[in-house]
């Protein structure tokens, strides 16, 4: 398994959606307001996430998951997690309110 694998996958369309997927080989999927767990198999660039009652197929690549519908989810980095801090992502606002 890929060192690169692991971490935080964020859903581009609803960013309260994610997928972990862990160095041990389990995942932790949420969406709304249920979580589901399994295991996540890969082979190449296919990602196989294996659940009590279903299995996703998807491709990985370059920090992207594209599950079967099409959608992406985008690996969150350690630096440029999501704030909780809207202030963080308004460029527009003068230097002095500005949080850096």
């Given at each position: 398994m890929?060192?690169?694998?692991?971490?935080?996958?964020?859903?581009?369309?609803?960013?309260?959606?994610?997928?972990?997927?862990k160095a041990d080989g389990t995942y932790f999927l949420f969406q709304g307001s249920t979580g589901v767990s399994g295991k996540y198999e890969l082979d190449g660039p296919e990602i196989t996430l294996v659940g009590a009652e279903s299995t996703s197929?998807?491709?990985i690549k370059s920090g992207v998951i594209i599950d079967s519908e099409g959608d992406k989810w985008v690996r969150a980095s350690a630096t440029s997690a999501?704030?909780?801090?809207?202030?963080?992502?308004m460029s527009w606002l003068p230097a002095a309110l500005r949080r850096e």
């Open positions: 890929g060192a690169d694998i692991p971490g935080k996958y964020i859903h581009k369309k609803t960013r309260s959606h994610y997928i972990e997927l197929k998807g491709k999501i704030s909780d801090d809207p202030l963080a992502s």
